[in-house]
Structure formats: structure tokens, C-alpha cells
């Protein structure tokens, strides 16, 4: 999970604790582009725990061009397969600052995720996409991805995940 130079104007680096701010300015970037500009609760002391504390479990990588200038991150995780038997990874974030676009960041943030993937013996690297994003949806299908037909994404959260959470702490 090192360097690596992919792209045109990319190198693809592990992200250090020096990025923490970087990052949550892109997290907040990212939240106005899928308009949800509030959103966003995590802080600079949440991220360093999750990514640099003890056993971390989430994990980042920085593209930068060639002066060494952050332009995009990849933050992800890993998950499993029980039909497969291993481990893959889900990509929570992806983003590459505006100015950015179109220079390789995005491709070489996901081509280094796929190696990473590849040489660890994962089946699989996969993200969610809002259906209004077109301009990402085209770019993930030229890469070759595929949406997942027949499946919705569920989630439980706020007062729904308290209190279904809550009937059963109550049993315990």
C-alpha cells in the first residue's frame, strides 16, 4: 500500500497525519457536491483516530500532481464476502477537487485500489454512486464497473437506529 505513479500527473500515496485536514476539507467539498452541505460531523480529531489511532480499520490515499500538491483522496475499508470467502474493499469516498478533474486523479486513486485489491486476493472493490451523478456514472462504466442491478442500499440511522437498537439492548 505504498507509492505509486499511475496516470498522467498522479502518485498515489498512503495518507499521513499531516493530510487529516486536507481530507476533511475534501469530505466537506464533497458533501456540498452531493448536496448535503450540513451533513458532515466528523472533525480532525475523528478522522486521525480512525485512520492513524490504535488498529485502525478505515484507510486513505492521497493523489497528488507532480508539484506535490493534494488533489484527491480515496477513503475505504475492508468488507467480506461470505459467497466468495474474502475480503474486498468498499470505497466510502472518492473525490478530486474541481480544478482537478479530468487530469487522472480519480482513475489512478481507483486503478490503486484495484491493485491493492488484486495483489491481497480480494474479490472485489466496490462504492455507491447517487443516481443523479451521471458524469461519475459514465466515468465508473468506462473503467469497466458495473452498478449492482436488483440491489438497494438500506440503511438504519438517527431515532430509527435508537430505537430498534434500544428494543434489543433492553432484552440484554
Given at each position: 500500500m505504498g507509492f505509486s505513479k499511475l496516470g498522467l500527473m498522479s502518485v498515489i500515496r498512503p495518507a499521513t497525519p499531516a493530510d487529516v485536514p486536507a481530507i476533511l476539507r475534501m469530505i466537506h467539498e464533497l458533501a456540498v457536491y452531493e448536496k448535503e452541505p450540513d451533513a458532515v460531523k466528523n472533525t480532525p480529531e475523528m478522522l486521525h483516530s480512525v485512520l492513524f489511532g490504535d488498529n485502525p480499520r478505515v484507510y486513505a490515499n492521497i493523489s497528488e500532481n507532480d508539484a506535490g500538491e493534494v488533489r484527491g483522496f480515496a477513503l475505504w475499508f475492508l468488507n467480506y464476502s461470505t459467497w466468495e470467502g474474502v475480503h474486498g474493499i468498499y470505497l466510502e469516498d472518492l473525490?478530486?477537487?474541481?480544478?482537478?478533474?479530468?487530469?487522472?486523479?480519480?482513475?489512478?486513486?481507483?486503478?490503486?485500489?484495484?491493485?491493492?485489491?488484486?495483489?491481497?486476493?480480494?474479490?472485489?472493490?466496490?462504492?455507491?454512486?447517487?443516481?443523479?451523478?451521471?458524469?461519475?456514472?459514465?466515468?465508473?462504466?468506462?473503467?469497466?464497473?458495473?452498478?449492482?442491478?436488483?440491489?438497494?442500499?438500506f440503511r438504519l440511522t438517527g431515532d430509527a437506529l435508537a430505537a430498534f437498537g434500544e428494543k434489543s439492548l433492553a432484552r440484554g
Open positions: 473525490y478530486v477537487t474541481p480544478e482537478a478533474r479530468g487530469e487522472g486523479h480519480g482513475k489512478a486513486l481507483l486503478q490503486h485500489l484495484a491493485a491493492t485489491a488484486v495483489e491481497n486476493g480480494y474479490a472485489r472493490v466496490e462504492w455507491s454512486v447517487l443516481d443523479w451523478n451521471e458524469p461519475s456514472i459514465a466515468f465508473y462504466r468506462s473503467l469497466g464497473a458495473v452498478p449492482m442491478a436488483e440491489w438497494s442500499t
